[in-house]
């Protein structure tokens, strides 16, 4: 059965830290493309950020800097270190597990998500 349990949201000011957790199970982790996106209220979900199997990572340009994706594979779990929080940070941050095809990528496996809210 696969699972992606995703952890470490919460509340937390502007210009803080959260680092979140995805730990999986079910599939073979280290051959596949690990990515957090995020979803605000009325908005559609957006990619924040992807490791692949490389080691190789791509960020949306608005966390550049401030959001650090990190994968250990021998505990087969994918990390999104977030410093310098915003508000428009604020939004249900969702774990994902996917590879290229021939034509295309497919996210393939979800977590149920967490929770990250940025105010005063």
């Known amino acids: 059965q696969v699972r992606l349990v995703e952890s470490g949201g919460g509340l937390v000011q502007p210009g803080g830290s959260l680092r979140l957790s995805c730990v999986a199970s079910?599939?073979?982790?280290?051959?596949?493309?690990m990515a957090w996106y995020r979803q605000a209220p009325g908005k559609q979900r957006e990619l924040v950020a992807r490791?692949?199997?490389?080691?190789?990572?791509d960020y949306h340009h608005s966390v550049r800097g401030r959001l650090t994706i990190s994968r250990d594979n021998a505990k087969n779990t994918v990390y999104l270190q977030m410093n310098n929080l915003k508000p428009e940070d604020t939004a249900v941050y969702y774990c994902?597990?996917?590879?290229?095809?021939?034509?295309?990528?497919?996210?393939?496996?979800w977590g149920q998500g967490t929770q990250v809210t940025v105010s005063s």
């Open positions: 079910g599939f073979t982790f280290e051959i596949y493309t």
């Open positions: 994902s597990a996917g590879k290229f095809t021939a034509t295309d990528y497919v996210d393939e496996y």
């Open positions: 490791i692949f199997s490389s080691g190789s990572t």
